[in-house]
Structures are given as structure tokens and as C-alpha cells.
């Protein structure tokens, strides 16, 4: 099943800060973060394995509280690139599919 | 390092046609790739697991016969899209598992843009 995350879309001003939330009604082993913008490939952001691990990049820090089988992604101080579609992903099956989660439209005004 | 290249990147054809879209990891083996198609603003669905020297998993609702999956070799696995109608205009992307000696995770090829007229 396809994890939900919130909220659907987002806009903001240049220097404002956003949370995308990622939730799964299944267990959660990993979580990978993604944003892709319109027509290409998505690009990796992070990827969290153990509940309570928190990592940074930059601007944009997640969470993964395994307990509560979710996750977040912080985008502090936002710039115009930040712009996109964002995407969590989880990892499951022998083959280990990665499933990607309804997304988040991110829009960065000036 | 874990490069995808995926060819072509946009391609139109004519109903009833046969595409074939090509993932090759260039400086790493995959034995699983993995598909995806993405309809507009929508998230990137799977549609199948490509397995090396080894039949496809499709996933439910994806019908194999007409999306006919080749893994020959550990660089290179086709998607052949059969008989395409214009409801099998998306966006199709593959996807590799890698891993390196501190982490893992996926490659991502450039994607197709599949417009069928």
C-alpha cells in the first residue's frame, strides 16, 4: 500500500519554513525522501533506517519515528529551488521495491 | 558512481505500435531493476520488478502481455510497451538498487516520455 503523506500541496514565500509529513499503515523499516521536478527523474534526498534517526542536509533535516510508522521532511529557510514534488518512499518485498508515497507539491514564491 | 541511462527520453508513436524503452547501469550490476510509470501529477507507481535471467514480477493490475519486460544481461533491461492505445501515454521510469560500501539505495533513469497519437 502507498504511504499517505501531507499535505497534498504547498506554497510558501522565499524564507519560509514547511513540514511533509509521510505516513504508512505499514510497518516502517527505511524511509527514502525524493523531489522531482516537473518531467524528470526523482533526485535522492535522505534516506532514515532506524526509528528516532533524524538527518540533515543543507536545509532540509528528516525524521522517522518508527513507533508511530512516520516520517518527516523540515525544509528550513525554503529557496526557490526547493521547488517540486516531494516523495517518500518505503522499501519492502524480497526484491525490495521501493513504493513511493502520494507526493507533495511544493511551490517557493519570491 | 550508480548511473542509470535510460533511452529514449521522449518518443510518439502510432496506436497498434510497439516501443521499446531501454535502462542500462553503467558502472554497476543490477540484477533487479525495477519500472515505474507516472501519470500526470500523480506518484510514481510501480508496475514491475525486472529480475536478471529471470521472469518479471508485475504488479497487480499490470498486464505482462502487454508490458513485455527483458532483463538479458546485469546492465540492461527493455520495457517493450505491445499494441500501445493512447491511455499508455505517461511518463515511464527505471530504477536500480545500489550498494556501496557505506550506503544504498536507488538510481533512477531519466525517464521516457511515451506519447502515443
Known amino acids: 500500500q502507498q504511504p499517505v503523506q501531507s499535505p497534498q500541496a504547498v506554497i510558501l514565500r522565499e524564507g519560509e519554513d514547511a513540514v511533509i509529513n509521510c505516513s504508512s499503515s505499514?510497518?516502517?523499516?527505511?524511509v527514502h525522501w525524493y523531489r522531482q521536478k516537473h518531467g524528470e527523474a526523482p533526485i535522492f534526498l535522505m534516506i532514515?533506517?532506524?526509528?528516532?534517526e533524524q538527518k540533515g542536509h543543507d536545509k532540509i533535516s528528516a525524521s522517522f519515528n518508527e513507533k508511530k510508522q512516520q516520517s518527516s521532511l523540515y525544509l528550513t529557510a525554503s529557496q526557490l529551488s526547493y521547488s517540486g514534488t516531494y516523495f517518500c518512499?518505503?522499501?519492502?518485498?524480497?526484491?525490495?521495491?521501493?513504493?513511493f508515497g502520494s507526493g507533495t507539491q511544493l511551490t517557493v514564491l519570491p | 558512481g550508480a548511473v542509470v541511462s535510460q533511452h529514449p527520453s521522449r518518443v510518439i508513436c502510432k496506436s497498434g505500435t510497439s516501443v521499446k524503452i531501454e535502462c542500462r547501469s553503467l558502472?554497476?550490476?543490477?540484477?533487479?531493476m525495477f519500472w515505474y510509470r507516472q501519470f500526470p501529477k500523480q506518484s510514481l507507481m510501480l508496475m514491475a520488478t525486472?529480475?536478471?535471467?529471470?521472469?518479471?514480477?508485475?504488479e497487480q493490475g499490470v498486464e505482462k502481455d502487454k508490458f513485455l519486460i527483458n532483463h538479458a544481461s546485469l546492465t540492461l533491461s527493455t520495457l517493450t510497451v505491445t499494441s500501445a492505445h493512447p491511455e499508455d501515454s505517461s511518463f515511464y521510469i527505471c530504477?536500480?538498487?545500489?550498494?556501496?560500501?557505506?550506503?544504498?539505495?536507488?538510481?533512477f533513469g531519466s525517464g521516457t516520455r511515451l506519447t502515443v497519437v
Open positions: 530504477s536500480a538498487r545500489f550498494q556501496g560500501s557505506l550506503n544504498y539505495g536507488y538510481t
Open positions: 505499514k510497518a516502517l523499516y527505511s
Open positions: 532514515l533506517l532506524k526509528g528516532g
Open positions: 518512499g518505503t522499501v519492502s518485498g524480497s526484491a525490495r521495491q521501493l513504493t
Open positions: 558502472d554497476f550490476q543490477a540484477t533487479t
Open positions: 525486472s529480475n536478471e535471467g529471470s521472469k518479471a514480477t508485475y
